[in-house]
């Protein structure tokens, strides 16, 4: 008798975990966004521009406590920048990918 009722109860406890998986809804995983990257604003001088990166001599970044410091940020994918000159003061935002930091968009101050 007790090994029907433990097969019985076995059953039972597979047909149940069996529903629950298959309930499972996985369509709205299509829907789902990931956040978008922070983007933070600076303005500085530029120092170099090259293919690839632009080096900036900034001023304090408050809203990631950086002090004053010269760093060299990546080009944009989309518009590499190709305008503006060493020495020329800028307002940039910038935002951190895979491999540093990435200029966002870069406009002198006229």
Do not use: C
């Not at 303005?43 to 408050?62: D, L, Y």
């Amino acid at each position: 008798m007790s090994a029907i009722y433990t097969r019985a109860l076995a059953g039972v406890l597979f047909a149940v975990s069996a529903f629950s998986v298959s309930a499972h809804d996985m369509s709205a995983h299509a829907t789902m966004t990931m956040p978008s990257a922070a983007t933070w604003q600076g303005e500085g001088i530029i120092k170099k521009v090259t293919a690839t990166s632009i080096t900036i001599a900034h001023h304090p970044i408050p809203a990631l406590n950086w002090p004053a410091m010269t760093m060299q940020f990546a080009q944009p994918t989309a518009q590499p920048v190709t305008a503006q000159r060493v020495g020329e003061e800028v307002d940039f935002t910038f935002t951190e990918g895979e491999g540093g930091y990435q200029i966002v968009s870069l406009n002198s101050h006229r």
